[in-house]
C-alpha cells in the first residue's frame, strides 16, 4: 500500500469538523477497502478530504501547514473517531513515501494507522461547470417535506429517489414509493439551472445536513452527475436512469369530501394514537356527522381511540391507514390549518396545506369487518 509522501498540521478541531461531513459518504458495507476511506490530498496552505461510495461523493477543505505535498487514503471511520479523542489542539499528518502507515501526532500522542492506495481511490467527478445560486432556504425546505415520500426498497431503484426540476421561476420535485406521493412546486425567485433529474433522496439528506444555517447554495449538471456546492463543500451525485411516475396523473382530480382540520391538533391525535398501531395495523378514521374518531387496534396489545370536532356533514365514512405515513403527511403540511380529501374508503386520499402548493396523497388500507 503506497502513496505520495504527505506532511501536513491543521487545527484538530476544524479537522474533526471536516471529517463528519465528508466520512458520511465514505462507504459502510463495501468489499472494496478503499470506499471505506477518506482520501487525504495536502497541498501548499490546505488539506483537501474527499470520500464517495460510488453514489454519492463529498469533497471539503480545511487551512493547514504542509511541508510536503502528497496525497493518501486513511479508513475513514477509525480516523474520525480517532481525531475526535486527541489530546492537543495541532494534529500532525505524516505519511512517508513507500510505507504502508499515516502517523498522527497530537501532543504527546503518537498513533500509526494502516493506509490504502491512493492510486486506487476512484476518480471522482470534474468539479467545473456552471453552478447556479439557488434559495437555499426555499430549496431545502421543499426537499425536506418530498423526500420523506421516497422509497428505500432498492430493488425499484427510481423510486428511491425524488424528481426535482426546474420550471422556469418554480422548482418542482416529487417523491413516491407506490404507497405515498408527495409533490411540492416552490416559486423561486431567481429560478435555477437547467435541471430535470431523479436525485437519490440519500443524496438530498446529506445536502440538507451540509447546508443546515446557511443561506449559500449553487447547484449544477455534468452529465449523469448533479453536483451541489455549499461554503466550500462539494456534493456530487449520479442521477438515478428511468422514467419517474408521472405524479399528476396520480393526483385525483375530484373528490367526494373535503375536511378542513387543525393541523397541529390533529397531528398530536395521529401521534398518540399510533402507539396502538402495531404490527402493520391500520390506523382508522372515522368521519361522521360534526366530529373525526382516531383509533387503532393491536391483537394483544391493546386500543386507543380520540375523538376531535370536524366540519363533516355526510354519511358516515371510516378509511383506514398506515400510520407512519399518515403521521409523515401532516407532519409535512405547513399553516394552522390541513384540507383532507376523500373519496371512498378505497380510493386514495389527499393532504393539503392552506397554500395549495403541496400535496400528500396516501393509499388507504382495507379494513376488516
Known sequence: MTGSALKISCARDEL??????????????????????????????KLELAATDMEISVRSSLDAQAETEGAVVVPGKLLAD?????PAAE???????GEGIVEI????????????????????PETGGDLV????????????????AASRDESRPVLTGV????????????ATDSYRLAVKETPMASGGPDLDAIVPARALAEVMRIAQGTDGLQIGVRENQVLFAVDGILLTTRRIEGQFPNYRQLLPETFEHEVVLPRDELLDVVRRVSVMAQRNAPLRMRFAEGELTVSAQTQDVGE????????????????????EFLRDGVE??????????????LRPAVIQGESGDFSYLIMPIRLAG
Not at 474533526?16 to 459518504?25: E, G, H, K, P
Request: proline share 4%.
Open 163 to 174: 424528481l426535482v426540476r426546474f420550471e422556469g421561476q418554480s422548482l418542482v420535485m416529487a
Open 105 to 124: 501526532v497530537s501532543g504527546a500522542a503518537t498513533y500509526r494507522l494502516n493506509t490504502y492506495n491512493a492510486e486506487d481511490f476512484p476518480r471522482l
Open 332 to 345: 409535512s403540511v405547513h399553516g394552522d390549518e390541513l384540507r383532507l380529501k376523500l373519496i371512498s374508503p
Open 91 to 97: 494534529v500532525s499528518v505524516e505519511h512517508r513515501l
Open 304 to 323: 386507543g381511540r380520540e375523538t376531535l370536532p370536524a366540519p363533516f356533514s355526510a354519511e358516515p365514512l371510516e378509511i383506514g391507514f398506515n400510520a
Open 133 to 148: 445560486a439557488v434559495d437555499a432556504e426555499a430549496f431545502l425546505e421543499t426537499a425536506g417535506r418530498v423526500s420523506r
Open 82 to 86: 480517532l481525531v475526535r479523542l486527541l
Open 16 to 45: 474533526l469538523r471536516q471529517l463528519a461531513i465528508v466520512s458520511r459518504a465514505a462507504s459502510a458495507r463495501t468489499t472494496v477497502q478503499v470506499l471505506a476511506g477518506i482520501l487525504l490530498r495536502a497541498e501548499a496552505d
